[in-house]
């Protein structure tokens, strides 16, 4: 049951179970997908009894979780991208990791995508600490006991292809010309060739050959490593608002770095993006201020609310982004 709905030429948002939803969009219409999906034994997003992350087992977690990659499999076109952000997940009652993201790969694997690439997102370990409280991060078990000691753990961005030919090529003129997504454009060994970053961007400025495009070049350089070291934790939409006396505290919407970072390599301009899990609207507000069209389904009525709000400005950004653009 959808219980509200927003529609425009930009955005299309529901309020309601995603697995009611996906059913009704038409096979292999989507060009990309990008999502966080509720992480069983991680999250509790809400009592209702359809909400992934209230499952009693990893075991029931995964079959449901199975349907929705088989609906994401069936709308998306072929040869197009879904992006699945997660993380290992621990165990509090063990201690023990468990690999959520190998689970991920499995399922997509049977059910009709080709698993591309994983993306290491880095975080800074004593922010970790200080949000989590994690005891393995507290220089305390240094002193005490080291082997209770582990390394804060990075979330991860695995890529996974549709089977079969893409018919519409993601292009990029001119090379990655729009804003760079991240805290550090450039490297070291980068400025001593290349000069400071401003200095780049004034230099290659209407620069219509994308082959010589020394710009281009740094951003596909530093989107092309395996670890995405530079991404600004909170360069996320407003989602305090919509949280409840009951929410974790530590809940916080994918970093809008990482959505632009995908958005621009994946999809061209105007095509559709879609997030199962829309949360606050980050994933749509990133696709709409980039120039897509977005679909979002959220099961919570606090979070789908915040994310109307959210995504009625992303227009704004927009606007924003096209100024910004060095090839106007």
Same mark, same amino acid.
């Given at each position: 049951?959808?219980?509200?709905?927003?529609?425009?030429?930009?955005?299309?948002? $529901?309020?309601?179970?995603?697995? &009611?939803?996906?059913?009704?969009?038409?096979?292999? =219409?989507?060009?990309?997908?990008? $999502? =966080?999906?509720?992480?069983?034994?991680?999250?509790? @997003?809400?009592?209702?009894?359809?909400?992934?992350?209230?499952?009693?087992?990893?075991?029931?977690?995964?079959?449901? @979780?199975?349907?929705?990659?088989?609906?994401?499999?069936?709308?998306?076109?072929?040869?197009?991208?879904?992006?699945?952000?997660?993380?290992?997940?621990?165990?509090?009652?063990?201690?023990?990791?468990?690999?959520?993201? &190998?689970? /991920? %790969?499995?399922?997509?694997?049977? +059910?009709?995508?080709?698993?591309?690439?994983? /993306?290491? %997102?880095?975080?800074?370990?004593?922010?970790?600490?200080?949000?989590?409280?994690?005891? =393995?991060?507290?220089?305390?078990?240094?002193?005490?006991?080291?082997?209770?000691?582990?390394?804060?753990?990075?979330?991860?961005?695995? /890529?996974?292809?549709?089977?079969?030919?893409?018919?519409?090529?993601?292009?990029?003129?001119?090379?990655?010309?729009?804003?760079?997504?991240?805290?550090?454009?450039?490297?070291?060994?980068? %400025?001593?060739?290349?000069?400071?970053?401003?200095?780049?961007?004034?230099?290659?400025?209407?620069?219509?050959?994308?082959?010589?495009?020394?710009?281009?070049?740094?951003?596909?350089?530093? $989107?092309?490593?395996?670890?995405?070291?530079?991404?600004?934790?909170?360069?996320?939409?407003?989602?305090?608002?919509?949280?409840?006396?009951?929410?974790?505290? &530590?809940? &916080?919407?994918?970093?809008?770095?990482?959505?632009?970072?995908?958005?621009?390599?994946?999809?061209?301009? +105007?095509?559709?993006?879609?997030?199962?899990?829309?949360?606050?609207?980050?994933?749509?507000?990133?696709?709409?201020?980039?120039?897509?069209?977005? /679909?979002?389904?959220?099961?919570?009525?606090?979070?789908?609310?915040?994310?109307?709000? +959210?995504?009625?400005?992303?227009?704004?950004?927009?606007?924003?982004?096209?100024?910004?653009?060095?090839?106007?």
């Amino acid at each position: 049951m959808v219980k509200e709905q927003l529609h425009n030429d930009n955005f299309s948002l $529901y309020c309601g179970d995603c697995m &009611h939803v996906l059913p009704q969009i038409e096979s292999k =219409s989507i060009d990309l997908s990008i $999502y =966080s999906p509720p992480f069983c034994g991680l999250y509790q @997003y809400t009592s209702l009894p359809n909400d992934f992350s209230n499952c009693a087992s990893k075991d029931e977690f995964l079959q449901q @979780y199975e349907f929705l990659v088989k609906e994401i499999s069936r709308i998306t076109k072929s040869g197009r991208i879904t992006a699945v952000h997660c993380t290992d997940i621990l165990n509090t009652s063990t201690g023990e990791l468990w690999d959520f993201p &190998h689970e /991920i %790969i499995m399922l997509h694997k049977a +059910n009709g995508f080709k698993y591309m690439n994983r /993306i290491t %997102i880095w975080k800074e370990p004593l922010t970790v600490k200080n949000r989590t409280m994690v005891k =393995s991060l507290m220089h305390k078990q240094i002193v005490d006991d080291s082997t209770k000691c582990f390394t804060a753990m990075p979330d991860y961005l695995l /890529i996974f292809k549709k089977t079969g030919e893409n018919e519409t090529p993601v292009t990029h003129e001119f090379g990655l010309i729009n804003t760079y997504y991240g805290s550090v454009p450039l490297l070291p060994f980068m %400025i001593e060739k290349y000069g400071d970053y401003e200095t780049l961007r004034k230099k290659y400025a209407g620069w219509k050959d994308p082959k010589t495009n020394k710009l281009s070049h740094v951003h596909w350089q530093r $989107y092309a490593s395996s670890v995405w070291d530079d991404i600004r934790i909170d360069n996320v939409v407003p989602f305090r608002e919509s949280k409840e006396e009951d929410d974790e505290k &530590h809940i &916080h919407p994918l970093q809008l770095d990482v959505i632009d970072r995908i958005v621009e390599l994946y999809s061209n301009p +105007n095509e559709i993006v879609l997030t199962p899990f829309m949360g606050v609207g980050s994933e749509v507000y990133s696709a709409v201020s980039l120039g897509r069209k977005a /679909i979002g389904i959220e099961l919570k009525e606090s979070y789908y609310k915040q994310s109307v709000i +959210n995504c009625k400005e992303a227009d704004k950004r927009f606007l924003k982004v096209q100024q910004a653009t060095l090839f106007e």
